[in-house]
């Protein structure tokens, strides 16, 4: 995990409340990423950006936002809108969008 | 559609025998492949990768992989199985674009249970 750092560990939620994780990596990465991950699913990705003040949506982007406004930091909000937030969520990042990825330790997210 | 597939949920092997975790793929091109790791609670680790070149591919912890194309398959190999090994693996494959977003596509994982 090292260089990628994501906090909370665990965040607890209730329903209609919005919540942000953070994620920040000292690798000197141009790309961040964050993906959903739900047991038997493998990972899906959810927003990712290139560079700073710049980000794309993955596959599974509504409910959703992110912002990058510095190169080492990359948090993602998971609004009310999104019906089944309850996940493990993982940050990543890489040299440049092609390149191998690293992971952060994860959040893991349950709403109550 | 462009897939990654890993058939089996679970592999169970006995320590000290060769392991293989299988995967298939499908993709526009040439493919580029992955192999990470996950342990309990924790986020992905990196294990190796083909690009191009040697068939057989060797990364960390002495696992290794082999890209088949006409079988359009790269399965994770170990000669010889720890019990640290245990773990739940990801095949990954990036996705072909014209945009060269760089996407990856991960299969669902599979269990791999090492018992001593």
């Known amino acids: 995990d090292g260089g990628i750092t994501q906090s909370p560990k665990y965040l607890f939620r209730k329903e209609g409340q919005n919540v942000t994780l953070s994620c920040e990596q000292n690798?000197?990465?141009?790309?961040m990423y964050w993906y959903r991950q739900d047991p038997g699913q493998g990972l899906r990705l959810i927003y990712y950006s290139q560079i700073v003040n710049d980000f794309q949506k993955g596959d599974i982007a509504e409910g959703y936002s992110v912002s990058r406004e510095k190169k080492e930091s990359f948090p993602l909000t998971v609004t009310s809108a999104q019906k089944n937030p309850t996940a493990f969520y993982l940050c990543a990042s890489s040299i440049e969008l092609t390149g191998v990825r690293f992971f952060g330790p994860g959040t893991r997210l349950t709403v109550l | 559609a462009q897939s990654v597939a890993q058939p089996e949920d679970q592999v169970n092997v006995a320590e000290g025998n060769p392991l293989t975790v299988k995967c298939t793929y499908s993709v526009s091109g040439n493919p580029y492949l992955f192999w990470y790791v996950q342990y309990p609670n924790r986020g992905l680790q990196f294990l190796l990768k083909y690009i191009t070149g040697d068939n057989l591919v060797k990364g960390s912890y002495g696992f290794e992989a082999e890209f088949n194309k006409s079988q359009t398959s790269f399965h994770l190999k170990k000669p010889s199985a720890l019990v640290s090994d245990s773990a739940l693996y990801f095949c990954?494959?990036?996705?072909?674009?014209?945009?060269?977003?760089?996407?990856?596509?991960f299969g669902q994982g599979t269990t791999l249970q090492v018992k001593p």
């Open positions: 690798l000197n990465h141009d790309a």
């Open positions: 990954a494959v990036r996705v072909a674009d014209s945009s060269n977003t760089g996407k990856l596509i």
